[in-house]
Nanobody, 124 residues
Framework: QVQLVESGGGWVQPGGSLRLSCVASGRTFSTYNMGWFRQAPGKEREFVAAISRSGGYAYYADAVKGRFAISRDNPKNTLYLQMNNLKPEDTAVYYC?????????????????WGQGTQVTVSS
């Protein structure tokens, strides 16, 4: 079992940047493929990015490709999401999640553990 705590959200103007962090408890962080999801008001939770256990493979939603970068530091039990050139449509609560699947996946149902979320607001 793992507990996840996100931080780094806030308000930023369009074109700005934020870096989200997700700290995992326990000693098994490196055994999970990890992902970031987001949920805007009135919308379903959607996939943003995912990364393999070693950090050697990453996958992005088309909406964020080229602007966001997912990474992880296994010795520090921490997952990151660097978000650049933010747009108003990126406004959402962002969640990190851990998957026990052997594959790096975009599927919400394959993520077992979730953080509480951190709010990102992009507006002028």
């Amino acid at each position: 079992q793992v507990q996840l705590v996100e931080s780094g959200g806030g308000w930023v103007q369009p074109g700005g940047s934020l870096r989200l962090s997700c700290v995992a408890s326990g000693r098994t962080f490196s055994t999970y493929n990890m992902g970031w999801f987001r949920q805007a008001p009135g919308k379903e939770r959607e996939f943003v990015a995912a990364i393999s256990r070693s950090g050697g493979y990453a996958y992005y939603a088309d909406a964020v490709k080229g602007r966001f970068a997912i990474s992880r530091d296994n010795p520090k039990n921490t997952l990151y999401l660097q978000m650049n050139n933010l747009k108003p449509e990126d406004t959402a609560v962002y969640y990190c999640a851990a998957s026990t699947s052997d594959l790096v996946t975009t599927r919400y149902a394959l993520y077992t553990y979730w953080g509480q979320g951190t709010q990102v607001t992009v507006s002028s």
